[in-house]
């Protein structure tokens, strides 16, 4: 198993929920990315929170230690965030992109979250380069 900075990794993950909390919030997309998948009030008040918000630190907990392992033990930071950059908009963002088209989900959907795993992974990066 690569060699991985866990207190990185770890921060990454926060990092995840940090940006999430202004992404998805009034101050930016909120209002949008509500319209765009379709999510009434009410339905954002239906499901459990522990579940929704400890399922997604996990899967960006996965998400950040998988990302460190590709990057390597002591990545150089502009290589770390330039790949982080890549990673989320090539990968993640092309591969939601490829769903929405067969799904027929909007432009806006796809550019607010695609937009967010470009920046949570760039983000990602930019972390674990500095983190040596």
Avoid at 66 to 85: K, N, W
Avoid at 98 to 104: G, T
Wanted: include cysteine.
């Amino acid at each position: 198993m690569p060699e991985v900075n866990w207190l990185a990794v770890l921060a990454a993950a926060v990092s995840a929920f940090v940006l999430g909390g202004l992404w998805y919030s009034k101050a930016l997309f909120l209002g949008a990315w509500q319209r765009a998948s379709g999510l009434t009030d009410d339905q954002m008040q239906k499901g459990h929170p522990g579940v929704i918000f400890g399922g997604a630190f996990v899967l960006s907990l996965i998400s950040a230690a998988v990302f460190a392992m590709f990057l390597g033990p002591t990545p150089e930071v502009g290589f770390a965030t330039a790949a982080g950059f890549s990673a989320g908009l090539c990968w993640v963002a092309a591969s939601f992109g490829i769903n929405y088209l067969f799904e027929r989900k909007s432009l806006s959907l796809f550019l607010i979250n695609g937009g967010y795993h470009t920046v949570q992974f760039t983000v990602y990066g930019l972390i674990l380069g500095l983190w040596q």
